[in-house]
Each structure stands twice: as structure tokens, then as C-alpha cells.
């Protein structure tokens, strides 16, 4: 079993792909949908079911400000790929089915027994700059972790979080708050660099990268393994 996912767009285009995870989680979305729009930007928030069920306006204000979605799960559990369930949620919101879908953790296992994240209309989406936001507390680090990155380029994809999996609100509502911080200096460094922010529906995607799926290392447990390959034979 295999699927295909991307990490950029075009090299030779000056288009650059802010994307937020985790969220929505207001109001840091609409602090981060108030920058964004102040600056001319547009970005792609790889929202939660859960969240987006929990916080419908909010993800309605997503929508109405003119970003794009994608799909990150319902409950973002590790070994848990139940995107088909957000996307029921997510979708039903939106109106139509989400085109682009983030794998929680990267953990493209997730993706295998998903008719959701395999469907050919589907664009599997990590990201080529990973500036960690989550991890730091300094607004100063992420801005350099991102315009210092070295793969920084045109078609890049960045990967910042204005929410969180945590069910604490205190913790999940503090999280972003240095990423929200350090956002005006991140879109106008990148913009007076040239580089246009799109939503990903504005990027053409290149150069899939094949992920193979290998039995080991993916499953919650050996028992696991075993249960859920004999559901249907032997991936290869
Ligand atoms: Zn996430």
C-alpha cells in the first residue's frame, strides 16, 4: 500500500502557502484570520472535526474571510486516522467535500484505511518549512525559524498551529499566542522578499513524494499490526 503527498508547489513561481493547524479554535483564528487579511494574505487552516463541530461560526469565519480548508483529522489521536469522520463534519459546514487533507504527526498510516485521504480528489499536504510554533515560547525564535529556514523558497509550505488537539481551553487558547505574535513580522518579512501568500487552492502541488508503507513502526502495537492487515490481506 502506498500513497502520494506533497511537501511544495512550483519553484519558479513566488507563492508561498501559510497553513495553520489544529484549530479553529477562536478567537486566536480570528486574530490570525485579522492579520492575514490586514496584509493582503491568504491562508489554509487544516482544521479538527471535532473543533470545527464545537466552533461553527468560527469555522464559518474561516470561510466567509476568503481562506482556504483542509482536513486534519476529527480527533487527532496518533494511530487514529479518522478523517473521514471530520470530514463529514467539516463538509457539512463547507457545503462541499475539502480538497487538501494534513495527516496528524505526519503519520501518513492514518491515511491507508481512509476512503477520504485516498481518494484520488484528495491532496495529501505536509509542509517544506517546520518552523515548530508549537514548541516555543519566544515570538522572535518562530519568526527566525521561519524566514531563516533554509527551505524557504518560492512554492514553500509552512506549517504553523492556531490551535490545539487539547481539550483544556486555558492551555489550548495560550498556545498560539506567541505564533500570533510573531504572524505580522512572518507575513510582511515574506512579502517584502516577494513572495505572494496563497491559499494552497492557488499553489500548483509538484513533486509528489511516494510513502510506502512498510508493516513496521506505524502500529499502536503488534496486535494491531496483525488485526487490522488481516482486514484486508497483505499490504505490500
Ligand atoms: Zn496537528
Request: net charge negative.
Amino acid at each position: 500500500m502506498s500513497l502520494q503527498y506533497y511537501t511544495h508547489g512550483r519553484r519558479d513561481q513566488m507563492k508561498v502557502a501559510l497553513t495553520f493547524d489544529d484549530g479553529p479554535n477562536p478567537p486566536r483564528t480570528d486574530q490570525v484570520i485579522e492579520i492575514l487579511n490586514r496584509r493582503g494574505a491568504r491562508g489554509t487552516f487544516f482544521v479538527l472535526g471535532k473543533w470545527a463541530e464545537r466552533f461553527p461560526q468560527a469555522f464559518q469565519r474561516i470561510v466567509e474571510s476568503g481562506h482556504c480548508v483542509g482536513n486534519h483529522s476529527h480527533l487527532h489521536e496518533a494511530h487514529l486516522g479518522d478523517f473521514d469522520r471530520a470530514e463529514a463534519a467539516i463538509g457539512n459546514l463547507l457545503g462541499r467535500p475539502t480538497r487538501f487533507l494534513r495527516a496528524h504527526y505526519f503519520n501518513f498510516f492514518t491515511c491507508l484505511y481512509s476512503p477520504v485521504a485516498m481518494s484520488r480528489d484528495m491532496k495529501i499536504v505536509d509542509a517544506d518549512v517546520n518552523p515548530a510554533d508549537y514548541a516555543k515560547s519566544d515570538p522572535q525564535a518562530i519568526i527566525d525559524a521561519t524566514l531563516q529556514a533554509p527551505a524557504l523558497a518560492g512554492g514553500s509550505i509552512i506549517d504553523l498551529h492556531d490551535g490545539r488537539e487539547m481539550d483544556d481551553d486555558a492551555r489550548r487558547l495560550a498556545s498560539p499566542l506567541p505564533m500570533i505574535e510573531a504572524l505580522p513580522a512572518i507575513v510582511e518579512g515574506l512579502q517584502a522578499r516577494g513572495f505572494q501568500l496563497v491559499g494552497l487552492d492557488e499553489m500548483e502541488l509538484v513533486d509528489p513524494i511516494e510513502w510506502r508503507h512498510d508493516g513496521r513502526g506505524t502500529f499502536a502495537t503488534p496486535e494491531a499490526r496483525e488485526a487490522i492487515e488481516g482486514l484486508g490481506g497483505n499490504p505490500s
